[in-house]
């Protein structure tokens, strides 16, 4: 089963949270801005649905 985790460095969590609350919960790392790019990205999302370990597209979440 999937395990989601925020990234263990706290600056770089901080810096992304400030980022997310500018951009209206969009993805600061994306120029669209659709519900695609909403914070948790689908990207992810289907990373996860499919078992896939890894970081979001920013950085903020792992998926072990």
Known sequence: MAKV????DKDIVKEI???LK???G???CRISRT???KC???EFREMIANGEKGMCHCGLYINE
Request: aromatic share 6%; hydrophobic share 5%; charged share 40%.
């Open 5 to 8: 985790k925020t990234n263990p």
């Open 17 to 19: 949270r400030d980022k």
């Open 22 to 24: 500018e951009n209206s």
């Open 26 to 28: 969009y993805c600061p």
């Open 35 to 37: 519900e695609d790019t």
């Open 40 to 42: 948790m990205c689908k």
